[in-house]
């Protein structure tokens, strides 16, 4: 079930535009579908404003939202920000320590801990600040860390340091990597499985994605994922 927080005008070139949802409407919504479907576990992506994180953070303490996987969308893979520092600062504050999992990217990962991350060392590092700030699991990832020949992610559960790593993928076709990868973890998690395991297995599918999307060519820009995965399709 969603609850659409921004329509977005895109396309495989960029985005050409975004009309925000108000605050308001988006907690009816929210409403609409806890007082009736209920859910197991929530993943949040784009909120595009301080009001809308708030909105999002109220209403999860509302419903005592207790699987709440969030990916704190604030700054893109090219590192330019997608959140005023405003709404940054309220999402570190409000949304952050409601996380069951978070998957910043490193970029957002400096952000929210105040340090650049430019080696893994680091990225472990932050991924520890990071749960200290109220975070059960953390996800650091690595895809764009400097001098790490592999796609190396680091999971931290407040015990233990796992790094899950991959082999990097040579395609252009990566739109919404981000997304798919903690929607993955949300659904696993809703599943009943454990953080790491559904990390692991995020990590395994959004792998077998990119390595499907070289073939998968919509667009003149950077397309999406192949979410047909091993479905036969002519495009």
């Given at each position: 079930m969603s609850a659409i927080t921004a329509l977005t005008a895109q396309n495989t070139l960029g985005v050409q535009g975004i009309f925000e949802i108000s605050p308001e409407f988006i907690g009816k919504q929210i409403d609409s579908i806890m007082n009736d479907m209920g859910a197991d576990a929530w993943k949040s992506g784009m909120l595009a404003?301080?009001?809308?994180?708030?909105?999002?953070?109220?209403?999860?303490?509302?419903?005592?939202?207790?699987?709440?996987?969030?990916?704190?969308?604030?700054?893109?893979?090219?590192?330019?920000?997608?959140?005023?520092?405003?709404?940054?600062?309220?999402?570190?504050?409000?949304?952050?320590?409601?996380?069951?999992?978070?998957?910043?990217?490193?970029?957002?990962?400096?952000?929210?801990?105040?340090?650049?991350?430019?080696?893994?060392?680091?990225?472990?590092n932050a991924a520890q600040s990071i749960y200290k700030m109220g975070a059960q699991n953390v996800v650091v990832k690595g895809g764009?860390?400097?001098?790490?020949?592999?796609?190396i992610d680091v999971f931290f559960d407040g015990t233990s340091i796992t790094e899950i790593s991959a082999p990097r993928i040579k395609t252009k076709n990566t739109h919404g990597t981000g997304c798919t990868y903690a929607s993955t973890i949300a659904a696993e998690i809703a599943k009943g499985n454990e953080p790491l395991k559904a990390v692991q297995t995020a990590k395994d599918?959004?792998?077998e994605l990119l390595r499907s999307s070289t073939e998968f060519k919509i667009g003149g820009g950077h397309g999406p994922l192949n979410h047909f995965l091993g479905w036969k399709m002519s495009l």
């Open positions: 404003n301080a009001e809308i994180i708030k909105m999002v953070a109220q209403k999860a303490k509302e419903y005592n939202i207790d699987k709440f996987i969030i990916d704190p969308v604030m700054v893109a893979r090219s590192g330019d920000s997608l959140l005023k520092k405003s709404a940054q600062e309220i999402l570190i504050k409000e949304l952050l320590p409601l996380a069951y999992v978070i998957t910043p990217n490193h970029y957002e990962a400096e952000v929210i801990v105040g340090n650049k991350i430019e080696n893994l060392e680091e990225a472990k764009h860390i400097p001098g790490i020949k592999d796609a599918y959004l792998t």
